[in-house]
Structure formats: structure tokens, C-alpha cells
């Protein structure tokens, strides 16, 4: 139950920019598994005809599953089918890090999984055993974007050369061209990083961070260029007032683009009391500013007395004007005490601070909900427990159903949904690794 809250929603607010700052500052065809696809294995090595041996085929179909350890490194684990109860992935192998950003033509593409500067692209092989296929490397080690469109162009960002998206072919990997953005705008004019990469077509949106420290700004500031002749475009922003924590929130994959051509753009919104909320953007087919008359902040819509934590995350269209999100939807009470008993936020103290934030970071607060692009409504998918906002996982979807997850104190797996009837389900659990996603190498994300 929300109860409301005794001071100020202006100084909470305030406070909760600083707190914000901190949370943002992570089938085979063959019956046999073994057997490799593409025929029988006598179809595999030389013939009469052609002496040279035939390479078995990797795997086109299945999921990877990806788990965080206890000492922070991944496993990860393929299977061919979803599991239907639970499924353990103790036994996968064990990277330093995992993180896809993309899967593309049945590929993963991420940062380097043993740390070194830059980025794999990984392949499932014939035996279902995870293959890097190829690298490109990176000046800075710290670069983390890459994204893919299709079989033909993906981009990247070097953060060694912040003002350059570098552009690279998915199907060879390698690199093909680079794009000057230093005419994009960024308060005052420092480097940006690029936070996603989101495909319209031949233009990408980019919204930008500094590159230093990550270095947010008063308002959602998005860089555009168009792929198909290599050139900045231009920018579009939407306005803040005050300094605040606006970044981007959608979720893996794209999946941003509606039938009309309209392009959606998440973002966490303003929160230092002076009523700027997550938002959902809009920039319309034709266009490529973000529209001002469109204002859809899905947590007030969903429950206008959350102010405490006011955001919104995982962000996916569907259909028919139809989308998926996690929202956070009730304030906390342990937190809501701890900040009454002190009088105020400004009378806190760094330990109860460091309180509050341990609390809004696992506390399960969020459910997932349909969202209506073009009605504005946000309506909580039932059957589904509720969850912390920033909770493990990612969406996938597979034969026509999305796949939600659910990582609790209680649970850790993931929810099927079926946009077709509105009805979740538990698909199936999650041991041996704490949950960080599942990727369909069947789609193209």
C-alpha cells in the first residue's frame, strides 16, 4: 500500500538526483544434440567428387542462457530448447564477463569477454559450444556499445575517440567506415559516450552521456546519422530543467518502431523536484525531432503519488500500438520512514543514505505492465509477481510470445506473455547463477 509522504516531493526529489546518479554510474535438425546440422555425419568429410571436407554448420536455433556468480564472473550455457520447469546452468561455461549488446544472423555481439579492449562476435558451433568467430579491437578499454541492424551494418563506439561512431560489417566483422559526430551537440562541449545505438531504417539515434565520468545533463540529448551515407545528421533533445539524470532505458534489442514508422525513445527522466518524469518520446515518421506534444510518463500514469524512484525500464514495442515495460509503481516504506524519522532529506546522515539506496536497489517494487503507445494507458500484466526496477534479465521472445524476467527474493527465472489473450505464466526457473538474461540466436535484435 502507497502512503503519502509528510515534506516537500520537491527536496525528496532533489535527493533522489544524487541516488539515481549512483544506481546508473551492467534445434539442431537432428534429434541427436550431438549431431551437427546440416545432414547426417555422412555427409560430413571429403567425396569422390570434391575432396575437400565439409564444415559442419553452426547452430542457427536455440537460447543462451547467462548467469552472474558469486565472485562475479558469468556462466553462460546453451541449450536448444526452453526449458519447461527448471534448468541448471552451474555447469556452463565460466567467462570473466558476458554482456551481449546485440544478436544478429544467429550471433552475439559483445565487449571482449576476457576484458581486453573491444569486442567478439560469438557463434553457437556445430556441437553447441560457444565459439568466438571474430574480434575487433579498441583503443579505449572501456568501450561497451556495439550494436547491429542487419546481416550487412552494425556500429560501435571507440571511446578513445569519443566524437567517431565506427561502422563494421556483422557477417565478417569487420571494420567498413567511420562517422564524424563533433557537430552533435553536448553541454558544454565536452566528449560524449554513446549509451545505445537505435536502427530507424539507415538512421541510427544515439543518446550521449560525458565520456568521462558519465556526466549527465538537463535534458535527453540524442545524436542522429544516417548509415547509408556515413554523415551526421543532426541532434534532438528532450528538455530539462535542472541538472538530473536523464538517460536512456530502452531495453536490449530495438524493437522501437512502431507499424506507422513512428520511433520510440525511452528515457529516465528529470528527478529533482521540478516535475519532469520518465518519459516515453516520440519521434514521428518523417521526422527526426523528438515531438514535444507527445508526453507519456508511464509511473505517474500508472500511479501519480510515486514520486519516490519515478522510472521505468525494458522498454519493448510490440504491435498494434502495444508495448512492454517494467514500471515502478509503489514507494518504498522502509525508505520513506527512514527519511520521516530524519526530518527531512536533508537531514540525512551518509550511513542512512547508504541505507536508503541498498533499499531502493532490491527493493521489489515494480511490475510489468502493457503499455498503450497511442492511448497512453499502462495497464500491470497479471500473474506476474512484482519485481525489483532494476532486477537481472533481459526480454526475448520466441514464437510469438515474450518472455519476461523475474528475479527475486522468491524467484529467478522468467514469465511467459502471450500479447494475443494478456495472459503470463511462469515458463520456468533459473539455478546455479544468478540471473543476467537469455538470448534467442533465432532473432535478429
Given at each position: 500500500?502507497?502512503?503519502?509522504?509528510?515534506?516537500?516531493?520537491?527536496?525528496?526529489?532533489?535527493?533522489?538526483?544524487?541516488?539515481?546518479?549512483?544506481?546508473?554510474?551492467?534445434?539442431?535438425?537432428?534429434?541427436?544434440?550431438?549431431?551437427?546440422?546440416?545432414?547426417n555425419?555422412?555427409?560430413?568429410?571429403?567425396?569422390?567428387?570434391?575432396?575437400?571436407?565439409?564444415?559442419?554448420?553452426?547452430?542457427?536455433?536455440?537460447?543462451?542462457?547467462?548467469?552472474t556468480t558469486?565472485?562475479?564472473?558469468?556462466?553462460?550455457?546453451?541449450?536448444?530448447?526452453?526449458?519447461?520447469?527448471?534448468?541448471?546452468?552451474?555447469?556452463?561455461?565460466?567467462?570473466?564477463?558476458?554482456?551481449?549488446?546485440?544478436?544478429?544472423?544467429?550471433?552475439?555481439?559483445?565487449?571482449?569477454?576476457?576484458?581486453?579492449?573491444?569486442?567478439?562476435?560469438?557463434?553457437?558451433?556445430?556441437?553447441?559450444?560457444?565459439?568466438?568467430?571474430?574480434?575487433i579491437?579498441?583503443?579505449?578499454?572501456?568501450?561497451?556499445?556495439?550494436?547491429?541492424?542487419?546481416?550487412e551494418?552494425?556500429?560501435?563506439?571507440?571511446?578513445?575517440?569519443?566524437?567517431?561512431?565506427?561502422?563494421?560489417?556483422?557477417?565478417?566483422?569487420?571494420?567498413?567506415?567511420?562517422?564524424?559526430?563533433?557537430?552533435?551537440?553536448?553541454?558544454?562541449?565536452?566528449?560524449?559516450?554513446?549509451?545505445?545505438?537505435?536502427?530507424?531504417?539507415?538512421?541510427v539515434?544515439?543518446?550521449?552521456?560525458?565520456?568521462?565520468?558519465?556526466?549527465?545533463?538537463?535534458?535527453?540529448?540524442?545524436?542522429?546519422?544516417?548509415?547509408?551515407?556515413?554523415?551526421?545528421v543532426?541532434?534532438t533533445?528532450?528538455?530539462?530543467?535542472?541538472?538530473?539524470?536523464?538517460?536512456?532505458?530502452?531495453?536490449?534489442?530495438?524493437?522501437?518502431?512502431?507499424?506507422?514508422?513512428?520511433?520510440?525513445?525511452?528515457?529516465?527522466?528529470?528527478?529533482?523536484?521540478?516535475?519532469?518524469?520518465?518519459?516515453?518520446?516520440?519521434?514521428?515518421?518523417?521526422?527526426?525531432?523528438?515531438?514535444?506534444t507527445?508526453?507519456?510518463e508511464?509511473?505517474?500514469?500508472?500511479?501519480?503519488a510515486?514520486?519516490?524512484?519515478?522510472?521505468?525500464s525494458?522498454?519493448?514495442?510490440?504491435?498494434?500500438?502495444?508495448?512492454i515495460?517494467?514500471?515502478?509503481?509503489?514507494?518504498?516504506?522502509?525508505?520513506?520512514?527512514?527519511?520521516?524519522?530524519a526530518?527531512g532529506?536533508?537531514?540525512?546522515?551518509?550511513?542512512?543514505?547508504?541505507?536508503?539506496?541498498?533499499?531502493?536497489?532490491?527493493?521489489?517494487?515494480a511490475?510489468?505492465?502493457?503499455?498503450?503507445?497511442?492511448?497512453?494507458?499502462?495497464?500491470?500484466?497479471?500473474?506476474?509477481p512484482?519485481?525489483?526496477?532494476?532486477?537481472?534479465?533481459?526480454?526475448?521472445?520466441?514464437?510469438?510470445?515474450?518472455?519476461?524476467?523475474?528475479?527475486?527474493?522468491a524467484e529467478?527465472?522468467?514469465?511467459?506473455?502471450?500479447?494475443?489473450?494478456?495472459?503470463?505464466?511462469?515458463?520456468?526457473?533459473?539455478?546455479?547463477?544468478?540471473?543476467?538474461?537469455?538470448?534467442?540466436?533465432?532473432?535478429?535484435?
Open positions: 500500500m502507497i502512503r503519502n509522504m509528510k515534506f516537500s516531493p520537491i527536496s525528496l526529489n532533489s535527493f533522489f538526483v544524487l541516488l539515481l546518479v549512483a544506481l546508473f554510474s551492467a534445434c539442431s535438425s537432428s534429434d541427436d544434440p550431438e549431431a551437427p546440422i546440416g545432414g555425419d555422412d555427409d560430413i568429410g571429403a567425396t569422390d567428387d570434391d575432396p575437400t571436407p565439409i564444415e559442419p554448420e553452426n547452430r542457427t536455433t536455440g537460447f543462451v542462457f547467462i548467469g558469486t565472485s562475479g564472473s558469468a556462466l553462460v550455457e546453451y541449450v536448444e530448447e526452453l526449458p519447461t520447469g527448471t534448468i541448471d546452468i552451474s555447469g556452463g561455461t565460466d567467462f570473466p564477463r558476458f554482456f551481449p549488446t546485440s544478436v544478429a544472423e544467429n550471433a552475439l555481439f559483445l565487449p571482449r569477454p576476457d576484458e581486453s579492449p573491444g569486442f567478439s562476435k560469438y557463434v553457437v558451433n556445430a556441437d553447441g559450444e560457444l565459439e568466438e568467430e571474430g574480434v579491437v579498441t583503443v579505449d578499454p572501456t568501450s561497451f556499445r556495439m550494436a547491429v541492424r542487419d546481416a551494418m552494425g556500429v560501435f563506439q571507440d571511446r578513445a575517440t569519443s566524437d567517431v561512431i565506427t561502422v563494421f560489417n556483422p557477417t565478417t566483422f569487420e571494420v567498413t567506415g567511420t562517422i564524424d559526430m563533433t557537430a552533435g551537440f553536448v553541454p558544454d562541449d565536452i566528449g560524449q559516450r554513446y549509451q545505445r545505438f537505435m536502427f530507424r531504417g539507415d538512421d539515434f544515439a543518446p550521449v552521456r560525458g565520456n568521462i565520468n558519465g556526466e549527465s545533463f538537463p535534458s535527453f540529448i540524442v545524436h542522429q546519422a544516417n548509415l547509408a551515407t556515413n554523415t551526421f543532426g541532434d533533445q528532450r528538455d530539462g530543467n535542472g541538472v538530473s539524470q536523464i538517460v536512456s532505458l530502452n531495453s536490449f534489442g530495438q524493437s522501437l518502431v512502431d507499424e506507422a514508422g513512428n520511433f520510440y525513445l525511452a528515457d529516465a527522466g528529470n528527478i529533482n523536484g521540478e516535475g519532469v518524469f520518465a518519459r516515453l518520446n516520440r519521434v514521428n515518421a518523417g521526422s527526426n525531432e523528438i515531438d514535444p507527445y508526453v507519456f508511464p509511473v505517474r500514469v500508472l500511479n501519480p510515486n514520486i519516490f524512484l519515478p522510472t521505468f525494458d522498454f519493448t514495442y510490440i504491435s498494434n500500438g502495444r508495448a515495460a517494467r514500471v515502478n509503481a509503489e514507494t518504498p516504506q522502509e525508505a520513506i520512514d527512514i527519511v520521516t524519522a526530518g532529506v536533508q537531514n540525512l546522515s551518509d550511513e542512512q543514505i547508504q541505507q536508503i539506496l541498498g533499499i531502493l536497489f532490491t527493493a521489489e517494487s511490475v510489468w505492465c502493457e503499455l498503450d503507445v497511442n492511448a497512453l494507458t499502462v495497464t500491470p500484466i497479471q500473474g506476474i512484482a519485481l525489483g526496477i532494476f532486477a537481472g534479465g533481459t526480454v526475448f521472445s520466441s514464437d510469438g510470445e515474450f518472455y519476461l524476467p523475474v528475479a527475486t527474493a529467478n527465472g522468467y514469465y511467459r506473455y502471450n500479447p494475443s489473450t494478456g495472459a503470463a505464466e511462469k515458463a520456468f526457473e533459473v539455478t546455479g547463477a544468478g540471473l543476467s538474461g537469455v538470448f534467442n540466436i533465432a532473432n535478429t535484435n
